[in-house]
């Protein structure tokens, strides 16, 4: 065959696709396989160990191992035990070493000399012993006790393990004495779990059987590119496009768009009507699972539009209350109405509900952040996870599942240790504002059981007196947090701030000390679990490297370090609880080094699988302590399917409720402590739903701040595939293959815009401007791209940081952003039934105007 210059391009973009699909139909392998270092043979005998750990770039949080040569991290490639990753990272993993060894990670601890704080203020750093940063902080904790206010010790985190963060974001506040402790996760993903909780009863992130789906349905997400389960996506792609529909529904063109039967440029904030007209289509049309749902006592369909149905003339199986929930909401949900509301044609409608109706129990509604991090969130995700319950693709083959997981063993109790001053403490009002009367914060459906995270900074500003002493580790709130600005102003307030990070950020600019922590995929030690394809996991960290700068795993090392500083200063049931308590599986000693509590913490949470008292299902057994560090990693059975059929649903009805009886007892409940009704709720909450419909998926319109006269365009925000949990801008790699992003480009910022809007108010690819909201400005570039719908404008989450390295920043000395960061325009507002904080759907407006 002769090479032509067509042939050549062909070929490589076959590579190219290989690379997002996992393989190509035409080749026996695939053809990535001898492509890809981390599957191919070494050119040359490559001298080191192959180390097993944990990535963490993301939520999936992926077993690995990396390739240690002369102490040194040289290359990163999925575990190949993993039936989760198949073996594979996806480009997150094979940045760790980089991110590892950025020369502008914090090197010592340091503390500050300038007393003033604010943004662009240099808080003058100087160098210090760990002996000094420590004694400081317990010097100014045991301040609080003896003034008789441990409560005004507040502990924030960022990213932490699944199992040594107990150690610190458990144990500390507990023994301590505070109520204020609040991990990020509502500005993560919280609304999403609202959907499956309040339906099915179960608040967390969801697996899916790829290998069997027939139905992809990516919706508010891109699986190819970030939302979880990445490399396993990759893996499964491929065959699901071939033998079934892929559908996108997101209103800019993603990865999993572009190569997607079906791409869905919905209205932002709208995905509530879309779920409810293909509800409708799924009803009408008779595709609903008969034997999941149930069915009419004569076998007739009665669902005919606007017409209502008596709820005797259906017999359920699984499910309950889907002809209130019919009667109430979906009765009038036509394809007509909803192509008015979300911008999507009725003909696409149709088809898509047919596609997903012929799919069936194998169609997996994927929802991801997209749908549900809004104001009126939590009704977007039921109504988008009802369509898994219609077609009864709850724990089916080829559906929707729950997730799975391995037994770890338990810490031992800290009861004992926690003296009357600590209870007392502990009782204390927190500064997030759950459980108010207009912030619900329903986790797990009680009333006051979820984090508010964002709203921390809102409660330090109404009250600075109520923190003196404020720790928090892996975090930047102040630029990963909407209404950013609101940071900014209550950090300047904190008097004592100390912040545990690998890096200096806009957040660390703040802070009284500075403690550098490790790098935990290769330089610290702690257990993950997960799950993914079926299959819990546990996964190793461990001190794969030699550590090249003064740094401490923050969890566990500096908890020892400052329980000993605290003990010497009078206050000993940290150090007691620590020093006495945890005790080697493996030899049965007491841990005498900080080093030596780590490793025994990361032995007690995994001594279950690698010493258990009975066999495990799942992989072949693991022979010690020593096996277990080789392997790295441990997975159970495959998942069981319709583990929640049959009644065993953890919801009030112990069914898959359509009629939320759980969220209705929920909002009873809240609606109960502050004497008024679930209507009243609603309002204050700023829901629009009232009676019934209150406790069912339904639409709620978009709740937009900004006039469409005054801010033309609704801002989209978005995630890269590049970013390591928002933590890789100062690496090069990063800003080279930013361009890998569908519409952005490399080591630059750009808001996308479609040319149509470009036209009309005479913008062009390359202009400086401005985008403006009600909340601030940010700057950029402008680039015209066909991938965002008319009338809104995408930029992607990460560049715009002004103190995060000298990669990430324009100029680091002068605290000038590269680009812009979107969580300064984006307004401060919240889903309340969850407590999430609202940064997609479509709610906040703005206006772009050249520089």
Known sequence: MKLTRRIFIMASGISAGSLITGRVGMAAQPIHSALIPRKAKPSSPAVGTWVASTCQGCTQWCAVQILVQNGRATRVRGNPLSKTNHGYVCPRGHMIPQQMYDPDRIKTPMKRTNPLKGRGIDPKFVPISWDEALDTVAEKMMELRRAGEPGKLMYMRGRYSSTSTSLLYGTLPKVWGTANYFSHSSICAEAEKMGPGLTQGFFGYRDYDLGNTN??????????????????????????????????????????????????????????????????????????????????????????????????????????????????????????????????????????????????????????????????????????????????????????????????????????????????????????????KDMPAMMNAKPGSGVVTNNVANGLLKDPGAVKVFISSWSNFNFSCTGAGRWDEAMAKVPFFVHMVPNVSEMTQFADIVLPSTFNSAEGWSIITNAGNGHGYASIQQAAVKRLWDVKQEETEVMWLLAEKLKAKGFANLFDYYSKEFIDPETGKLPTTAMEFSEIAAKISSATLWMPKEPLKGDPAINGWADFKAKGMFSGPKYTLKKGWGGKFATETKKFEFYSETLKKGLLEHAKKYETTTDDIMTVSGYTARGDVAFMPHY?????????????????????????????????????????????????????????????????????????????????????????????????????????????????????PLGGNNNEILVDDYDRLSGATARNGGFTGVRIQKA
């Not at 005054?710 to 801002?715: H, L, N, R």
């Not at 680039?783 to 100029?811: I, N, S």
């Open 215 to 436: 139905c992809l349905v990516a919706w508010g997400c891109d699986p190819l590119s970030s939302n979880r389960m990445v490399p396993n996506t990759m893996n499964h792609f491929a065959d699901i496009v071939k033998r079934g529909t892929v559908i996108a529904i997101d209103p800019r063109m993603s990865t999993i768009a572009a190569k997607a039967h079906e791409w869905l440029p919905i209205n932002p904030g709208t995905d509530g009507a879309l779920a409810g007209a293909v509800a409708h289509v799924l009803l009408t049309e008779g595709m609903w699972s008969r034997e999941f749902v149930g069915d009419f006592v004569n076998g007739k369909n009665l669902f005919v539009a606007g017409q209502t149905i008596d709820e005797a003339a259906f017999v359920e199986k699984e499910t309950n209350g889907v002809i209130k929930w019919w009667n109430l909401e979906l009765k009038d949900r036509t394809p007509a109405w909803a192509a008015k509301e979300t911008l999507i044609p009725v003909e696409q409608i149709l088809r898509v509900a047919r596609a997903m109706g012929k799919a069936g129990s194998k169609t997996a509604v994927w929802m991801g952040p997209g749908v549900a991090m809004n104001p009126r969130g939590t009704y977007t995700a039921m109504a988008v996870h009802a369509l898994n319950g219609l077609l009864g693709s709850i724990d089916a083959e080829g559906g929707v599942w729950q997730s799975s997981s391995v037994p770890l063993g338990k810490f031992p109790s800290a009861d004992k240790y926690v003296d009357d001053v600590a209870k007392a403490a502990g009782k204390g009002k927190k500064l997030d504002g759950r459980g108010a």
């Open 700 to 816: 709620e319109p978009v709740k937009r701040h900004g006039s469409v006269a005054d801010y033309p365009f609704t801002f989209i925000d978005y995630k890269s595939r590049l970013n390591r949990e928002g933590r890789s801008a100062n690496i090069t790699w990063y800003q080279e293959f930013k361009k890998v992003d569908p519409g952005d480009v490399s080591w630059g910022d750009v808001v996308k815009m479609n040319p149509l809007d470009g036209a009309k108010f005479g913008l062009k690819s390359g202009d400086n401007v401005t985008i403006t909201s009600m909340a601030g400005t940010i700057s950029c570039q402008l680039k015209l791209w066909e991938g965002v719908r008319p009338g809104t404008v995408a930029k992607c989450f990460g560049q715009g940081h002004w103190a995060y390295g000298r990669v990430a920043t324009k100029d680091f000395a002068k605290a000038i």
